[in-house]
């Protein structure tokens, strides 16, 4: 492993660098959040690299609200700071939906190949998150361009694909800032924080756990927990990895990709009428049951990588580690 290091103060002449030739988006902090923002001269001393995850999920970057299919614009290249560890794991599905098997969306394609990202540690965490409990870390080792640590005023970069090691590349970092390995201190914050999240979250069921509690009937807790649901879709808007859409065809032949969830009613509505997801509980329990039975059957991947966002989204106050803990301790 080739590590990198640069003073923050560098890093800051750096980002400017990139500029002038990409597009940069990166975490700025608001009042109680922090998001993804594209930066200028004039914001790069607000980028936030503590912290967790960033309200959008990485996935709006890639699969936008909205995407006119045909269109033939150039993209344009870009470079995004500041991706957590969960938002990364979603990847393993999304790329495997939309660029494995016989059909590869060009225009999900065209956006991952412009884009470079910065994977960055966790050194904070929200009462929510808990990606832990599913096999992940709150630091990046894979699906990012470059790992980014930021310890003791120096960040620290690790290039994990050939796209990174050549973009870092173009800085001549003196040799005598290259390593091997990260530094000790860097090393046990990781440790520690990777501590913390088990710590917090020891109750919460495992993936197999998870899916044998969902799988049982229970149509008595799902209907429950659906009576505070309002529909909104925002559990799935804001999930990292959920993916359906409609493809809509509107005026001079544009046809638009637009999101959708499937706690929206009518999501599974067919010819005549039918709909097989009709009863909101029906609905909810469906939400799981792709997350943790149907994705993992189909793409060899859970759909959840305990970001914790839908859980921070429910209008309905619906706690969807709550609902599991529940599921797995009914007959």
């Known amino acids: 492993m080739k590590v990198y290091r640069v003073t923050e103060k560098k890093w800051t002449e750096y980002v400017a660098e990139i500029l002038k ?5 990166a975490p700025v902090k608001k009042e109680n959040s922090t998001d993804f923002e594209e930066i200028t001269v004039e914001k790069i001393g607000s980028i936030y690299y503590e912290g967790t995850t960033p309200s959008t999920p990485l996935k709006a970057f890639f699969f936008p609200v909205k995407e006119n299919v045909v269109a033939t614009e150039q993209k344009q290249a870009r470079v995004i700071l500041g991706v957590s560890n969960c938002d990364l794991a979603a990847l393993d599905l999304l790329d495997n939906i939309y660029l494995g098997g016989d059909f590869m969306d ?8 412009h884009t470079i990202i910065f994977g960055k540690d966790c050194d904070d965490l929200k009462e929510t998150c808990h990606c832990t409990s599913y096999g992940l870390t709150p630091y990046c080792e894979k699906n990012c361009d470059i790992s980014m640590s930021v310890s003791d005023g120096y960040c620290y970069l690790s290039p994990l694909s050939e796209k990174g090691e050549t973009f870092l590349g173009q800085f001549k970092i003196n040799d005598n800032e ?5 530094p000790e201190k860097v090393i046990q914050k990781r440790t520690a924080m990777a501590a913390n999240l088990q710590s917090q979250n020891i109750n919460i069921p495992d993936e197999k756990a998870s899916r044998k509690g969902i799988e049982k009937e229970n ?5 429950r927990h659906a009576s505070t649901c309002v529909s909104c879709g925002a559990c799935s808007m804001i999930c990292p ?12 032949f544009e046809k638009v990709k637009n ?3 499937c706690q929206f009613a009518g999501f599974s509505r067919v010819a005549a009428g039918e709909d097989p997801l009709m009863k909101l509980y029906d609905r909810l329990k469906f939400r799981y049951l792709c997350k943790f039975v ?7 991947a859970l759909a959840c990588t305990g970001c914790g966002r839908c859980i921070d989204a429910c209008i309905g ?5 709550e609902v599991i803990v529940e599921a797995c301790g009914q007959g």
């Open 21 to 25: 030739e990409f597009k940069v988006f």
């Open 106 to 113: 060009h225009c999900y394609k065209e956006n991952r190949d």
């Open 178 to 182: 290259v390593f091997d390995c990260l």
């Open 219 to 223: 149509k008595e807790l799902w209907k």
């Open 241 to 252: 990895t959920c993916h359906c859409f409609l493809l809509i065809d509107l005026k001079d």
């Open 259 to 261: 999101w959708d969830a």
């Open 294 to 300: 149907y994705k993992p059957d189909m793409f060899n």
């Open 317 to 321: 106050k619906i706690n969807k580690n």
